[in-house]
Nanobody, 127 residues
Framework: QVQVVESGGGLVQAGGSLRLSCFAS????????MGWFRQAPGKERDLVAA????????NYPDSVKGRFTISRDNAKNTVYLEMNSLKPEDTAAYYC????????????????????WGQGTQVTVSS
């Protein structure tokens, strides 16, 4: 069983930055495509960034493109989400997820394609 643990959330002022980290246990981290999702109260869980197994391909929705950057360090079983120019509308619980992926260059964008999820970390952006 893979355990996924997020860290790095907190309270930040608008325009500020945060870096989230996600550690996934087990020896097969490099076989997982990874993604970050967020969910605000009363809203659906949406993708904010995804990265392929190899780390060479990424995907972002327009709402965060140019502000958020996903990266991974397979040697540390860790994926990161660098968030800059934060806005109050970025306030949400942020979740990390892992998807068993056959292809090294595949980015997984659908939440239903992810196999393992963390408990989430809260990000609050004040205006």
């Amino acid at each position: 069983q893979v355990q996924v643990v997020e860290s790095g959330g907190g309270l930040v002022q608008a325009g500020g930055s945060l870096r989230l980290s996600c550690f996934a246990s087990g020896p097969s981290f490099s076989s997982y495509a990874m993604g970050w999702f967020r969910q605000a109260p009363g809203k659906e869980r949406d993708l904010v960034a995804a990265i392929s197994r190899s780390g060479l391909k990424t995907n972002y929705p327009d709402s965060v493109k140019g502000r958020f950057t996903i990266s991974r360090d397979n040697a540390k079983n860790t994926v990161y989400l660098e968030m800059n120019s934060l806005k109050p509308e970025d306030t949400a619980a942020y979740y990390c997820a892992a998807s068993v992926s056959t292809f090294a260059a595949t980015v997984i964008t659908g939440s239903n394609k992810y196999d393992y999820w963390g408990q989430g970390t809260q990000v609050t952006v004040s205006s």
